[in-house]
């Protein structure tokens, strides 16, 4: 009898070992190619000329933070902001499937075409996010007539477009000095699509919607709730208010900080 019972529980149990398992394989894919990705951006900062008065600066490593950078200057070559930050990214889905079933499956690139005698001329758009997952994060936009290279042009410009959070605990039942949310509610909008972040106490996580998350997490912001309104399915829209309501973090002078 004892036998048998144990045999049922590996039954019921294999499936959800096997599920486990097939999750681990997928996030150990991913760390693989997050690696390749690493060791490509180091091959190319080993090649790279720098160009601008700061980008020789930082290739000869007289400047080690990149908040020096931010506080005067614009960041006009994105191999700055690749050889001081630690940089992960991330795609948002700013687009949709086409075709039968349905389609409209949300997709990260958004198809568009051009009308002319020889036929039609898609475009593709992508929109990444970079992060250092302390406190630096950026968004751009890149179009090109195909995947890849739109993509890559977008890393370019979220690598441009690179600034400074202000983190802390801002949350009125969390007394802890940390900074896992932001010191005090923020809004931000663009177009018709508004959001509203709200510090929030440990452990709560991110309660935004799914795209603002990525955004988030980047940042290096733990816990926070959300709330949007407007025309949130304008995914484009939507990242750009999150970024306006983050950059509002830095724009208000907190007690205790030195003025900067
Ligand atoms: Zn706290």
């Not at 009898?1 to 997928?26: F, G, L, T, W």
């Not at 929109?127 to 993509?151: F, M, Q, S, Y």
């Not at 605990?169 to 508004?194: A, L, T």
Request: some cysteine; glycine content about 8%.
């Amino acid at each position: 009898m004892n036998e048998e019972k144990e045999e049922n529980i590996v039954e019921i149990i294999a499936p959800e070992i096997k599920e486990i398992e097939k999750k681990s394989a997928e996030e150990l894919e991913k760390e693989r190619l997050r690696m390749v990705e690493k060791k490509k951006i180091e091959e190319n900062l080993d090649k790279w000329v720098p160009k601008t008065k700061i980008g020789k600066l930082v290739k000869e490593k007289k400047i080690k933070n990149i908040d020096e950078i931010l506080e005067k200057y614009k960041i006009l070559e994105p191999e700055i902001a690749d050889s001081l930050l630690n940089l992960n990214s991330d795609l948002l889905a700013i687009g949709q499937a086409k075709g039968k079933f349905g389609g409209g499956k949300r997709r990260v690139w958004r198809q568009t075409q051009k009308k002319t005698a020889e036929g039609n001329v898609p475009t593709f758009a992508c929109l990444a996010v970079v992060g250092d997952e302390n406190g630096h994060v950026g968004i751009g936009l890149g179009k090109a007539k195909e995947t890849l290279p739109a993509r890559s042009k977008a890393a370019r410009n979220a690598k441009l477009n690179i600034f400074k959070i202000r983190r802390g605990c801002g949350s009125f039942d969390c007394s802890c000095h940390e900074m896992h949310s932001i010191p005090f509610k923020v809004e931000g909008k663009c177009g018709s699509s508004e959001i509203i972040l709200i510090p929030a106490p440990q452990g709560t996580g991110l309660a935004v919607g799914d795209e603002c998350k990525k955004i988030l997490r980047l940042a290096g912001i733990k816990d926070i709730y959300g709330k949007t309104f407007g025309q949130t399915r304008s995914t484009i829209n939507l990242a750009k208010a999150c970024i306006s309501a983050l950059k509002k973090t830095m724009e208000i002078k907190v007690a205790g900080e030195k003025a900067r």
